[in-house]
């Protein structure tokens, strides 16, 4: 099967190549994680690489993610690239919903157009959490799994951002991890008296013999470098 490349390299060798193409992986982690800066810069490097993605912000307007991103080391690439989508497009397309009553099918005409556009073949939606805050979810696991189904549909490899509310207990009975073929998890943990370090480790990924250890994770010159954590 087809992988993406997370374009990190020790992600990417404990995938055994990267992402298997379809896969909907969920990014989850506690604020401050660099979950955004993760899936923008997966693809942000796609793009770079022929492979074009839409992100879609739900968080922050479109213009603060892609001046964000630049200052991280990430130059705005031309929409046909890497076309940041925002809340306020969403909720632009949702007003028809009076009408149509399923944001579901809305939605999917949205980012069909931008595919119809664009071409484009990876998604993020940033984040799980204010999708539940902005649209009425009647039968969450069900209109999830429709959700995602119209993604994988339209030629997508869906990445999910997840946030845990910060020194939440483990994750449980999540809504959205019973549809996920692949969990990858970022966590900040403490070194030594003071220190905080940052850490990645993929949980579960489909299609992939996968490394379940942990790498911790810099941020480096516009790239991550994930380096295999060695326990002491
Ligand atoms: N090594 C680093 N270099 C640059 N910025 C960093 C670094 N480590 C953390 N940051 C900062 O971390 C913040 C959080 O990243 P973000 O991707 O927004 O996290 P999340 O989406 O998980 O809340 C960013 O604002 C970024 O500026
Ligand atoms: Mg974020």
């Given at each position: 099967?087809?992988?993406?490349?997370?374009?990190?390299?020790?992600?990417?060798?404990?995938?055994?190549?990267?992402?298997?193409?379809?896969?909907?992986?969920?990014?989850?982690?506690?604020?401050?994680?660099?979950?955004?800066?993760?899936?923008?810069?997966?693809l942000?490097?796609n793009a770079?690489?022929?492979t074009p993605g839409l992100f879609?912000?739900?968080?922050?307007?479109?213009?603060?993610?892609?001046?964000?991103?630049?200052?991280?080391?990430?130059?705005?690439?031309?929409e046909d690239k890497l076309y940041?989508m925002?809340?306020?497009?969403?909720?632009?397309?949702?007003?028809?919903?009076?009408?149509?009553?399923?944001?579901?099918?809305?939605?999917?005409?949205?980012f069909?157009?931008a595919v119809n556009a664009g071409g484009y073949r990876l998604f993020?939606?940033?984040?799980?959490?204010?999708?539940?805050?902005?649209?009425?979810?009647?039968?969450?696991?069900?209109?999830?799994?429709?959700?995602?189904?119209?993604?994988?549909?339209l030629g997508f490899t869906?990445?999910?951002?997840?946030?845990?509310?910060?020194?939440?207990?483990?994750?449980?009975?999540?809504?959205?991890?019973?549809?996920?073929?692949?969990?990858?998890?970022?966590?900040?943990?403490?070194?030594?008296?003071?220190?905080?370090?940052?850490?990645?480790?993929?949980?579960?990924?489909?299609?992939?013999?996968?490394?379940?250890?942990?790498?911790?994770?810099?941020?480096?010159?516009?790239?991550?470098?994930?380096?295999?954590?060695?326990?002491?």
């Amino acid at each position: 099967m087809a992988s993406i490349s997370t374009y990190v390299a020790g992600l990417d060798k404990a995938l055994d190549g990267g992402i298997p193409e379809g896969n909907t992986v969920l990014i989850v982690g506690g604020p401050g994680t660099m979950k955004s800066t993760f899936a923008y810069s997966v693809l942000h490097r796609n793009a770079m690489n022929g492979t074009p993605g839409l992100f879609v912000s739900l968080e922050q307007p479109a213009s603060d993610v892609v001046q964000k991103m630049a200052a991280l080391g990430m130059p705005p690439l031309p929409e046909d690239k890497l076309y940041v989508m925002d809340m306020s497009q969403l909720r632009l397309a949702l007003r028809d919903k009076e009408k149509e009553k399923d944001w579901i099918k809305i939605l999917s005409k949205l980012f069909e157009e931008a595919v119809n556009a664009g071409g484009y073949r990876l998604f993020v939606l940033d984040s799980l959490e204010v999708l539940y805050a902005i649209v009425e979810f009647k039968e969450v696991r069900r209109e999830l799994f429709h959700f995602v189904g119209m993604l994988k549909e339209l030629g997508f490899t869906p990445l999910l951002v997840a946030e845990v509310p910060l020194g939440a207990p483990a994750r449980e009975g999540r809504p959205e991890d019973f549809l996920a073929d692949g969990i990858i998890l970022l966590e900040q943990f403490p070194v030594g008296a003071m220190g905080v370090q940052l850490r990645m480790r993929c949980v579960k990924m489909r299609g992939s013999h996968h490394d379940r250890g942990y790498f911790l994770i810099d941020w480096e010159g516009g790239k991550f470098l994930a380096t295999k954590a060695i326990q002491q």
